[in-house]
């Protein structure tokens, strides 16, 4: 069953459920999480049904989902989760074996990807950026991801993408690439919230991205040496 430590309204902090089949990774990532005094890791799983179990009880905020996991593993569950109108937003966990799944995982749509030893103010500052709407990528996963990325034939069709957005809406992207939230995006560039809403559905609907995550990825991928961008 699904380890509870809260209930599922905690005052001011974000609502987190904790996805791994390791229990010593699962307390040592609830440990720094919550010493931050931003976040409340609401209850832990060891397992997909665990994880959906745990959701349904708390609807947190933020879910980070370890994919590898045993029995019903974490993109199934992932999958599932994401399909319903209150899913919380969802960061993969992971090491460096990305290859085998992340194109799934973007497809089901994940807002992120952390690595399970990034630094605990990076782990801190991710999960209050998913709770507020952005889109989390570890750098060293974009690193890993952009060679491979680059291979796709569909490069050069994202570049011509790209430079088909207007100034501004190249502007969001930026921003949304660097993992900012529609309320950072406004505050960055001086415009109301629903006015950023606007402009990322234009951008993701331009870019044929399915979610903000796709959307950083390309952004990413045109940019980098041999992209083609410039």
């Not at 997909?48 to 708390?58: K, M, N, P, S, W």
């Not at 590898?68 to 992932?78: S, W």
């Not at 319903?84 to 992120?112: H, I, N, R, S």
């Not at 995006?185 to 234009?202: C, F, M, N, P, Q």
């Amino acid at each position: 069953m699904p380890t509870s430590h809260s209930g599922s309204v905690v005052d001011g902090r974000v609502r987190l459920v904790l996805a791994d089949d390791e229990p010593l990774l699962r307390r040592g990532l609830r440990v720094l999480l919550e010493a931050s005094g931003h976040i409340a890791v609401v209850a832990e799983a060891a397992d997909g049904d665990e994880l959906l179990a745990a959701v349904r009880e708390h609807w947190p905020q933020v879910a980070l989902v370890d994919v590898q996991m045993p029995g019903v593993d974490g993109l199934t569950a992932l999958r599932t989760m994401l399909a319903w109108p209150q899913a919380p937003a969802a960061a993969v966990l992971t090491t460096f074996d990305l290859d085998e799944y992340v194109a799934d995982a973007l497809e089901v749509g994940v807002q992120g990807f952390l690595l399970k030893d990034a630094e605990p103010e990076v782990l801190v500052r991710s999960v209050l950026d998913l709770a507020a709407g952005g889109a989390v990528l570890d750098p060293r996963i974009t690193a890993r991801l952009l060679p491979r990325l680059r291979m796709a034939s569909g490069q050069r069709r994202d570049v011509e993408r790209l430079r088909a957005l207007s100034a501004r809406e190249q502007q969001v992207l930026e921003l949304l690439a660097d993992g900012r939230s529609n309320a950072g995006i406004a505050e960055e560039l001086g415009l109301t919230e629903a006015t950023v809403k606007s402009y990322v559905s234009t951008v993701l609907s331009k870019l044929g991205a399915q979610n903000r995550v796709q959307a950083a990825l390309m952004a990413q991928r045109a940019a980098s040496p041999g992209g083609g961008q410039g």
